[in-house]
Structures are given as structure tokens and as C-alpha cells.
Antibody, heavy 120, light 108 residues
Framework: QVQLQESGPGLVKPSQTLSLTCTVSGGSISSGSYYWSWIRQPAGKGLEWIGRIYTSGSTNYNPSLKSRVTISVDTSKNQFSLKLSSVTAADTAVYYC????????????WGQGTMVTVSS | DIQMTQSPSSLSASVGDRVTITCQASQDISNYLNWYQQKPGKAPKLLIYDASNLETGVPSRFSGSGSGTDFTFTISSLQPEDIATYYCQQYDNLPLYTFGQGTKLEIK
């Protein structure tokens, strides 16, 4: 059974770049037809999809964040990563990595989430 | 963009009650809708996919229905462990996924 685990700094200064990594265990990130996504949730609020990367390396981003987001994959480490530039307090949230099979578009596996606070 | 409107935003019910949550899309999304359960401090969990299909391992008291713009999520007999926030999510407007604002379910 595939499992996901987010990691990265819990505190980022305004205007800097937020960097998170999701480690995939129990399966290979490069096998099968899966989309690997990042989703975030500000405290007490709803879920916002940030973007995804396909097994092939192709990416799609939420238009509202597209200018600041980069998602990449490192198959040698079985990881995919999120970079969000020029962060502000509005980017403070719990960040989840999640996966969906290409044919389903339902996020059936999630990481536990990691809290990132943007503050000086 | 497709907007998803859930109602109610919060709901209080008794154990054993039938609970219904609705999700309305701003345009026709066929059956491209999923439902998730999120307990406090936890990641969301997929319950229903493609509007009406029960995810493996999910209790049968959970169900979903609808197509087009109007969708319903039902718990046939509320259990104490069902206390959570429930979200709908559309995937008609790929590659952009959007979620409803959530429905917080509490025990009366």
C-alpha cells in the first residue's frame, strides 16, 4: 500500500520560497498512471488544490497560484516536491500531498499533512 | 471556473439520524464529483467517487447520488465516529480541481 509523507520547514519568512517534499513509500513513483498532487488548507478553512505532476513529469497548476508554483519529481529518491515563491501570510496552511489514479481523479491516498507558517 | 456550493455549512444531528448534505455545481459536471470526510487534525479520506461509487472499505451507511449540477451525500444512520467535516470535489474542469467549502457535522 502506497504511503505519502510530507517534509520541510515549518516556518518560512515573507517573500521567501516555501519548499516541501513528499516521499512515496510502498510503491514506485514512476510506475503506473498516477497524478501526484499538492493540496493546502488554511486553518479553519477549506481545501485548495495547488497543482500536480504526472508520472511522465508533465505538470498542471491552479491558475490562481501558477505564477509562483513549481512541482518537480525525483524518481531516484521516490519523491516529488513543491516550491511556492514570494510567500505571504496568506500562504500559511497545512500542506498535503495526495495521489489520484489517472482514470479516477479522486484523491485516494493522502499524506498526514505538514503545517507551514509564513512569518518573520 | 466551476464553483461548488455545499449546504448546509454546519449540521447537528443525533446518533441514528439520516443525514443529507448537498453540493451544487455552477455548471453541468456530469458525475465528476467525489466526497471526502475530514476528521480534526487528519487528512481528508475519500468516501465516494464518481458521485455514487463507494470507496473500498467505506461503510455502506455512506452513499452519494446526483448528476449534472445537483448532488447529495447521505449517511443513513449517523454514528458517533462520523463526526467530521465533509467536502465535495469536482473534476469536470480538468486540470483544475475544486472543493466545496465543507459541511461540519456535529452530534446533537
Amino acid at each position: 500500500q502506497v504511503q505519502l509523507q510530507e517534509s520541510g520547514p515549518g516556518l518560512v519568512k515573507p517573500s521567501q520560497t516555501l519548499s516541501l517534499t513528499c516521499t512515496v513509500s510502498g510503491g514506485s513513483i514512476s510506475s503506473g498512471s498516477y497524478y501526484w498532487s499538492w493540496i493546502r488548507q488554511p486553518a479553519g478553512k477549506g481545501l485548495e488544490w495547488i497543482g500536480r505532476i504526472y508520472t511522465s513529469g508533465s505538470t498542471n497548476y491552479n491558475p490562481s497560484l501558477k505564477s509562483r508554483v513549481t512541482i518537480s519529481v525525483d524518481t531516484s529518491k521516490n519523491q516529488f516536491s513543491l516550491k511556492l515563491s514570494s510567500v505571504t501570510a496568506a500562504d500559511t496552511a497545512v500542506y498535503y500531498c495526495a495521489t489520484a489514479y489517472e482514470g479516477s481523479n479522486a484523491f485516494d491516498i493522502w499524506g498526514q499533512g505538514t503545517m507551514v507558517t509564513v512569518s518573520s | 471556473d466551476i464553483q461548488m456550493t455545499q449546504s448546509p455549512s454546519s449540521l447537528s444531528a443525533s446518533v441514528g439520524d439520516r443525514v443529507t448534505i448537498t453540493c451544487q455545481a455552477s455548471q453541468d459536471i456530469s458525475n465528476y464529483l467525489n466526497w471526502y470526510q475530514q476528521k480534526p487534525g487528519k487528512a481528508p479520506k475519500l468516501l465516494i467517487y464518481d458521485a455514487s461509487n463507494l470507496e473500498t472499505g467505506v461503510p455502506s451507511r455512506f452513499s452519494g447520488s446526483g448528476s449534472g449540477t445537483d448532488f447529495t451525500f447521505t449517511i443513513s444512520s449517523l454514528q458517533p465516529e462520523d463526526i467530521a467535516t465533509y467536502y465535495c470535489q469536482q473534476y469536470d474542469n480538468l486540470p483544475l480541481y475544486t472543493f466545496g467549502q465543507g459541511t461540519k457535522l456535529e452530534i446533537k
